[in-house]
C-alpha cells in the first residue's frame, strides 16, 4: 500500500507501542517496511495522541494537521472475525485521500469525533510512566504496582491493562487477557472504538 | 546524616534531589494541575502533562510533535515529514 501511495507525496509511520527495541524487532524485521518504523518504549506517542489501544490510526496532512482522529484499521483481515472490521473499507478511503480524490472529513466533524483525555487518564498515565521507570531500574515488584494502580485509573486504556502484562510477567495473548477482555465486554464495553465514518 | 535522595522524572528527564525538595516539587506540579505520581517507598515521583494541556493541544487539530527512534537507534520526528500527506500506525506486539 506504501509502495503504491509514495508516489504521491504520502508517507506511513509506524510506532509500536513495546517494552522494548527488542519486543518490537521480530516484527519490523519480518515486516521489512521501507517508511520510518519507531518504537516507543515510554507511551510517548499514546500520552500525546490519547491512544488507549492497537492498532490505532490516523490522518495528519501536508500542513501537519490532523484530519481523521483516532480509528482503529488493520492492515489485513486475519482478525476480520474477531474485531468485524474490513482493512478493505479503511484502504480505499485512503488511496481516494492521498490521490485526492476524496477530501478528508471537515474540521469540525474531526473535532466532533475526537476522543480527549480527562484528568483520570492522565494520572493513569503518570503512574504509568512511574512503573516503566521502576522497571528498567529492575524494582518489578514496585512498577507492577503502579500499572495496576494506573489500569484502575483508565480501565479503557488497554496499551497499559494489556501493554504493561509483559512487563509484569503475564502473558499478553494468554488466559489472564482473555479472562480481562471477557469481564469487560461482559459489562457492555467496546475493545474497539472505530470511527462511526 | 546525609538527607535521603529523591528521584523525580519530569518530561524524559530523571532527576537526583534531596528528599526535602523532591516532596516540594511534587507539591508544586501537583498544585499546577499536573498529575504526580508518588511512590514513597522508594522516593520517586513522575510529573505527568495534564489532561487540559493535552486536550488544548489535540482540540487545536495540529499533530503533536515526536522524536522517537527506530530498530537501528536512529531518531525520527514527524515534523520532518511536514508537506506530504501521512498514516501514523500505532501498533503493538502484545
Known sequence: ?197 | MAEAKFTIIDGGRVAEVGAREGVELARRAEAAGRPVAVDPDERVAYLGVSARERATALASLEAPDFTLPDLDGRLHSLSRHRGTKLLLVAYGSW
Open chain 1, 1 to 197: 500500500m506504501y509502495e503504491e501511495l509514495r508516489g504521491y507525496g504520502f508517507t506511513v509511520i509506524t510506532v509500536a507501542i513495546d517494552r522494548s527495541v527488542e519486543d518490537a524487532r521480530p516484527w519490523i524485521e519480518a515486516a521489512k517496511p521501507t517508511h520510518p518504523a519507531l518504537i516507543d518504549t515510554a507511551h510517548v506517542l499514546t500520552d500525546l495522541y490519547n491512544i488507549v489501544n492497537v492498532p490505532t490510526i490516523l490522518w495528519i496532512d501536508e500542513r501537519g494537521r490532523i484530519v481523521r482522529p483516532n480509528d482503529v484499521a488493520f492492515g489485513t483481515d486475519i482478525f476480520k472475525h474477531i474485531t468485524g472490521l474490513e482493512a478493505a473499507r479503511h484502504l480505499a478511503a485512503l488511496r481516494a485521500w492521498v490521490r485526492g480524490e476524496a477530501t478528508a472529513m471537515p474540521e469540525a466533524r474531526a473535532r466532533a469525533l475526537q476522543s480527549l483525555p480527562t484528568d483520570g487518564d492522565q494520572q493513569a498515565r503518570a503512574e504509568l510512566g512511574l512503573g516503566e521507570w521502576l522497571y528498567t531500574m529492575g524494582r518489578t515488584e514496585a512498577a507492577a504496582r503502579h500499572f495496576v494502580r494506573a489500569g484502575e485509573l483508565a480501565p479503557h486504556d488497554f496499551t497499559i491493562r494489556r501493554g504493561t502484562m509483559p512487563m509484569r510477567g503475564i502473558d499478553p495473548m494468554g488466559p489472564k487477557f482473555r479472562e480481562m477482555l471477557g469481564a469487560w465486554v461482559q459489562a457492555g464495553n467496546p475493545y474497539y472504538r472505530p470511527l462511526p465514518e
